[in-house]
């Protein structure tokens, strides 16, 4: 199986920005969909960004729409989140993933986190005064 290495958490005022990175390899073509879940203490781990290698397509959870921005590069096998005016609400642990799931992305559109196989380690967003 393929490994998922992903790093840009950290410590933000609201209204600020980070940039989270995940880097995959080892992973089969069909792998199209890549992104990230969160979970924020005493709550369900939900879907909040997905990117479509297969079409480029890009989903955002409602709450983060307008706000965060998903990319690849390609060269890289990396995508990343873009994450911008941050809100206290948004602090979780961001955790990357990828599937072969079809449609791509459905997985993280209905929180279906407990069908996700291969997950990257976390990191931890913290957004507080």
């Known amino acids: 199986q393929g490994q998922l290495v992903e790093s840009g958490g950290g410590l933000v005022q609201p209204g600020g920005s980070l940039t989270l990175s995940c880097a995959a390899s080892g992973f089969s073509k069909d792998y199209y969909a890549m992104g990230w879940f969160r979970q924020a203490p005493g709550k369900e781990r939900e879907g909040v960004s997905c990117?479509?290698?297969?079409?480029?397509?890009?989903y955002y959870a409602d709450s983060v729409k307008g706000r965060f921005t998903i990319s690849r590069d390609n060269t890289k096998n990396t995508v990343y989140l873009q994450m911008n005016n941050l809100q206290p609400e948004d602090t979780a642990v961001y955790y990357c993933?990828?599937?072969?799931?079809?449609?791509?992305?459905?997985?993280?559109?209905?929180?279906?986190?407990?069908?996700?196989?291969?997950w990257g380690q976390g990191a931890q967003v913290t957004v507080s005064s």
């Open positions: 990117f479509s290698s297969n079409d480029g397509s890009t």
């Open positions: 993933a990828t599937d072969r799931g079809w449609p791509p992305c459905t997985y993280y559109k209905r929180s279906y986190y407990y069908v996700i196989e291969h």
